[in-house]
Every structure is written in structure tokens, then in C-alpha cells.
């Protein structure tokens, strides 16, 4: 199953629902192999603290060669990515879409599940995860310009479906950054009456613990002082998510 976690609004939450999903999944005996298509290189960062081996990093992709993924732990291996990635941003090149697709195809079923980590723009990086991925889950923070935000992600995604490339939506995931619980729930509202099923039932709870699991490099349920409702929630969402990609979409 391969999933790309994209939406091209910053700090919605994309970096920690793949790294949550990740763990999730590994946790549950899947071999996950975790892809950094950012150049920022936050879930690089988050996966691995120590020297990044240049076999491992995605850029290599976009230089026509194979990548060897890093082991960096049990179930989990990851094609990393560091701000170098961004030289192959302007090289618009019909075969530079493509070229994730082209290596992860060489993979076989090495991987139970692939994630893809997109940056927060419809450029080259995010294009090249649409293109390889089945799926793609698109968290939100619930805010109102939220609601207007995925329009161009969805845009994008029917011109690939045209051409006969690219990933259905799976689902939206809301991420409840905001502390006043009345204006969440009138935006909740307001997503579910624009997204209806698309919907995952689980939305993430706002705790400052899941910053700290990212810099940790361990999931927010594995924490000393675990918050049970945000990794619950995780939890459950990486179970929905899971179950939704593997019942061939919602209903
Ligand atoms: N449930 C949450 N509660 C509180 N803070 C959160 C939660 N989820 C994410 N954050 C924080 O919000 C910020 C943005 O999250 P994240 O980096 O995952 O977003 P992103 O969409 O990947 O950002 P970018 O577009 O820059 O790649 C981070 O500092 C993260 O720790
Ligand atoms: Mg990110």
C-alpha cells in the first residue's frame, strides 16, 4: 500500500501523521518504508538523528540513480531527505515526475506500506508523490481557511487522474490545532459538510507532547508521560486510515 500525506498548506500536520502512521504501523509487525519528499527534511529528522548516508537520500532519484533505504528500526526503513533535494526543484522535465514511481516500482513487495511525506506546495516533490502513490491523506487543521485549502490539492489530482496518474484522496484528517473548542466544532461542521465520508472519525486533539515526540524520534503513545487521548487518537486513525486503503477506498 503505498500512501502520500500531502497538502500544500504549511504546518498542517503532515509530518506528524506520517511519522505517527509510520510507528503505527511498524508497531503492528508491517515492514514500512517512510519517504521524505521535503527538503526540509522534518520526518528525515524525526527518524534519524544521526549522519545521513547519501545512498539513502531521495535526491538520488532525480540523478537517475538507486537508492539503498537506511534501517532505522525494527520495521521501519527511510529515503531521506535534506535541503540539497530542492537543486532538482527546476528541472520540470517530463520524466522528473516520475522518477519516485519509477524507483519505488523496482521495490517489488519489499514493503508492506509506503509513506510519503510531501512539502507544504503542488511543486515537483508533491507531484512526484501524487504520481506514485495509491492513496492520499490529507490532514487539516481545523481553522476556516482549511476548508478552501484542499481545493487545488483535489485540483491536481483529477488533471493526474486525466492522464491516467496519481492517487485517489483516501480521506481528510482534521488535526484540532485550535484552543476554542466552539470554533472548532463550527469548522468540523463545516468540513464535514464539504467532505462528508472523506472524513476520518478520528480527529487529533491539540497536546504540545506531539512536538516533543517528533524531536523525541518517538511516537506521542510512547512517551514517559504519555497523553492516552492524542495517542489514542493516532492510533485509531492509523487503524482507520489502514483499514480504509486496504478496503479499496471509503464504503
Ligand atoms: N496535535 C497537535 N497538537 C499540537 N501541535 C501539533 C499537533 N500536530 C502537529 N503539531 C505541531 O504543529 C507544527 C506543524 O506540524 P507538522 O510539521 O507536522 O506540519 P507540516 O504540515 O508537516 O508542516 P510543513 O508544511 O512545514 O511540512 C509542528 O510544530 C508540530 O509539532
Ligand atoms: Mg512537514
Redesign the pocket.
Known sequence: MKLAVA?Q?????????AFHLIHAWAEEGRRVLAVDM?P?G?LTGSLWSGDLPQSALVARVFEGKGITPLEVEEGIALVAAEISLSVHEKDLSLKNYFRLKTWLDTLGNRFDAVVV?C??SLGLFTINALVAAQWVVA?VDVSLYSVRALGDLLGSLEELREIGEGAKLLGVAP???AARQRATRAVQELLEEEYGDLLFSWV?????R??EA?ILGRPVWKLKRDEQA?GESFRRLALEIWNRACGGGRG
Open positions: 497538502n498548506k504549511g504546518g498542517v500536520g503532515k509530518t506528524t501523521l521535503d526540509q522534518d511525506d512539502p507544504p490532514p488535526f484540532a490545532f487529533i486533539p491539540s497536546s504540545a506531539v512536538r517528533l492524542v
